[in-house]
Structures are given as structure tokens and as C-alpha cells.
């Protein structure tokens, strides 16, 4: 019986990834991506080539958009394994966005092998800028296939990367890989090198700091309060972000709503989310924690704000003004802040005087990286995938099977 492997969609864009493995009639499909370029609204964006009539399961790599925003298009009947802080982290997202996952979700535990049909996957805890990446080793009919996911080897879990780099898998025949950042000279300082730029910026900064942030990039949250622990400053919080950092207590020491230096600010959008005065019991407890955004503006200590256009709003009805004293710092990719949203949060500090700040790096290997990575894995051949320029930058890799989206190749 052959293996068969086909990139329904991610051979030539970053994102969006739908792979499937076929072994007679059992099938995994790796991820379910929304392509990031979709239009928000958009629908029948399962790729046209992959069967949805017969059974398959889905293995999610990790809880971003361009891995498992199809999840609500795919079929229902479909099991779907990933690791247990994902699926919360999906359920969470779907929750605050009106979507729904309508697949029964069955965790996996990290480095624990299961079996799927003629499948064995191992999944493998990695560095992203997505809380619970992993990247999957699957084994069938004598054939052994990594795919990386998405991966950096500069974030707070790099020794992961480099230990995997140190003990490969043995005898793999193809690697998937990732390839976001080739080609480019986007940063990839470290987490820590960040943590340096904060504290000084903290430091420099009179007033309050403002930093937009996703708070799903917890790397990035622990970056900036161990920043405030070390200048004395208090990391506020919104209600989103401090419930996602509570669910995901349980799996590392992370900062959360109660530890000292850490404020939740309740915002009227996100309290009628949450279900209003007498609704969620997290949002009950959270009032009691939680500050006024009007405190924010009479500082009884400094603050190191959250900040995002829906929050702003919220700001300005309490009557936040930035000033020249505060700074303010994008914290993501600097493409988003060309966005509407992205140039809005720019304009309110830019019409006070604010300081402005760029401190970030990438959630994806370096250039470099991503080719010393591929050389220690030593597969039989790469796939490219999540990438777009794949085609220019092939050199100092392991040998390359360039496919086409749904096209398959037998293994
Ligand atoms: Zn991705
Ligand atoms: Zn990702």
C-alpha cells in the first residue's frame, strides 16, 4: 500500500495549510488553515481538491487562524486531535468571535505516540509565537514524514528546536517545512533581547507605556511582565487576555490575573461579552480584581497598558488621553499597522505626542535558521510549504520536491 501526500493549499502562501496523508482509505489531514489574505466574512474556503465525503481526522498544529479557521467549514463527523491548551485556545477564540468548532476535539498529550488507523503520530512541543505549536512526526507503511508547522529558534522554547536538531528522527523521508521568513531580513532577535528593550524603554518612559500586543503570544506577555518586575511597573491586562492567561495556568508559570504587578481593566465591550453583571462567574471575579479604564488615567503607579483599537474606544469613553510624557509601542507585525485598525491606534498616540516604539520579532525561523534546521533534519527531500518565496531561495537545502497545491506525490 503507497503513502500518499498531497499540500491542498500553503505550496506557494504563507498560512492556510490543508495537507493530507492518505494510506488506502484512512486519511489525516495536518491543519485546516484559513488563508490569511480571506476576506473575513468569506465561506467555502475548504480547498476544492481535498474529499470531504469520506472520513479523515485533523491533526491542528497549533491555535492560529491559518492552521485551524476552517475547522467551522470542515465536516462535523471529522475527529480532530491537537494539544489540549489549543483547543482551549480555539474554543476561547471561537467564544469571543460568535464562531463555533463543530468537531469533537480529542487532546493529545506532548511526545506521547498514538496511532490513527495505519498512522503513528508523535507530536512534538516546538517554539512559535502560538502557546502549544507542535510539530508532528508521522510513520506509515514504512515511511516516516516531519512536519514542522510553524517554528521559530529564537523564542522562549528554542532549546526544544535545538534539541530536536541535535537528536533528529532517524531516516525521514520528507520534511514539510515552513518557510514564512525566507528570503526576508525580518528581525529574529530573542525574547530576552526584547525583555532589554522594554526594560529601557520602561525605564526612559515618564508616563504610562502603552504596547499593543496579541494575547495569544504569551511568549510575548511574560516578556513584558518580567520588563515590569524589573522596573517597578504594573502590567494591566484586559479581560480577554487575562482569561486566557488563567486557562493556560496550568501549563507553565505564567503571569495571571491575582500575581502581583498584574492588573485586569474591565471595558464595557468586553464585560457584555463576558455576560454582563450577573453573567460569567470569570467575569464576577474579575470585577472584583479588576480596575476602572478611568483609573488610567489618574496613575497611582506606573502602568504598563494593553492596548488595541476596540480597547481605545473603551479608553476614550472613560476619558484616557494619551500625552507627550506616555510612549507607545507596536508590538506585532509592523505590516498590521498599516491596516485600519493598526493606523488608528498610530493616530491617537501620534495627535498627543506620544512616543513611538517598534519592539518585536518574528514568530517564524530566520532565513538562516530555517536552512540549518532542514541540514540537521536531513530529510530525503523538503516540501515546501507556508511560504512565497520558495522558488528564488532553494540553495544550502536538503533536495527539494516542489509541489503544486493538490497535486499528489507518492511516497
Ligand atoms: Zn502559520
Ligand atoms: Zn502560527
Known amino acids: 500500500m503507497t503513502l500518499t501526500l498531497t499540500v491542498h493549499r500553503a505550496t506557494d502562501q504563507i498560512g492556510g495549510n490543508c495537507i493530507e496523508l492518505r494510506s488506502g482509505d484512512e486519511r489525516l489531514i495536518l491543519d485546516v488553515g484559513r488563508p490569511l489574505d480571506a476576506p473575513k466574512d468569506a465561506t467555502g474556503l475548504i480547498p476544492s481538491t481535498l474529499d470531504v465525503t469520506r472520513p479523515a481526522t485533523i491533526l491542528i498544529s497549533h491555535p492560529h487562524q491559518d492552521h485551524y479557521g476552517l475547522l467551522e467549514e470542515a465536516p462535523a463527523h471529522w475527529s480532530v486531535r491537537c494539544g489540549e ?130 494575547a495569544q503570544n504569551v511568549d510575548r506577555t511574560v516578556t513584558l511582565y518580567r520588563a515590569c518586575l524589573k522596573t517597578g511597573r504594573t502590567l494591566v491586562i484586559d479581560l480577554y487576555t487575562a482569561e486566557v492567561m488563567e486557562m493556560l495556568a496550568e501549563f507553565g508559570r505564567l503571569p495571571a490575573p491575582g500575581w502581583r504587578q498584574v492588573k485586569v481593566v474591565m471595558t464595557a465591550g468586553l464585560r457584555r461579552r463576558y455576560g454582563g453583571v450577573d453573567g460569567d462567574v470569570f467575569a464576577e471575579r474579575m470585577a472584583k480584581l479588576g480596575m476602572s479604564a478611568a483609573a488610567l488615567e489618574q496613575p497611582d503607579e506606573p502602568f504598563v497598558v494593553m492596548t488595541r483599537p476596540s480597547l481605545i474606544r473603551d479608553f476614550v469613553r472613560k476619558g484616557v488621553v494619551p ?28 495627535a498627543a505626542g506620544s512616543r513611538a516604539d517598534h519592539i518585536h520579532t518574528s514568530g517564524h525561523a530566520s532565513t538562516s535558521d530555517l536552512r540549518e534546521f532542514a541540514n540537521a533534519i536531513n530529510p530525503k527531500t523538503l516540501v515546501p510549504i507556508h511560504g512565497v518565496k520558495w522558488d528564488e531561495n532553494q540553495e544550502g537545502f536538503p533536495p527539494i520536491t516542489r509541489l503544486k497545491d493538490g497535486e499528489p506525490l507518492a511516497l
Open 85 to 214: 491548551p489549543t483547543r482551549r485556545l480555539m474554543v476561547i477564540t471561537a467564544n469571543v468571535t460568535g464562531r463555533t468548532i463543530p468537531q469533537a476535539i480529542e487532546p493529545w498529550s506532548t511526545g506521547v505516540a498514538f496511532n490513527i488507523g495505519p498512522f503513528q503520530v508523535t507530536p512534538m512541543l516546538t517554539d512559535h509565537s502560538a502557546f502549544d505549536a507542535h510539530m508532528l512526526l508521522i510513520e506509515a507503511q514504512g515511511r516516516r514524514v516531519l512536519y514542522s508547522g510553524d517554528f521559530r529558534r529564537h523564542g522562549r522554547k528554542s532549546t526544544l528546536v535545538e534539541c530536536l536538531m541535535r537528536a533528529p528522527p532517524e531516516d525521514l523521508d520528507v520534511l514539510l517545512m515552513e518557510g514564512t521568513n525566507l528570503g526576508s531580513d525580518k528581525p529574529c532577535v530573542t525574547e530576552s533581547d526584547l525583555e532589554g528593550r522594554f526594560v529601557e524603554l520602561f525605564r526612559k518612559t515618564s508616563g504610562r507605556v502603552f504596547v499593543a500586543w496579541s
Open 323 to 350: 500625552t507627550s510624557d506616555d510612549a507607545w509601542c507596536w508590538s506585532q507585525w509592523r505590516g498590521y499597522l498599516n491596516a485600519p485598525d493598526g493606523a488608528a491606534v498610530k493616530q491617537w498616540f501620534d
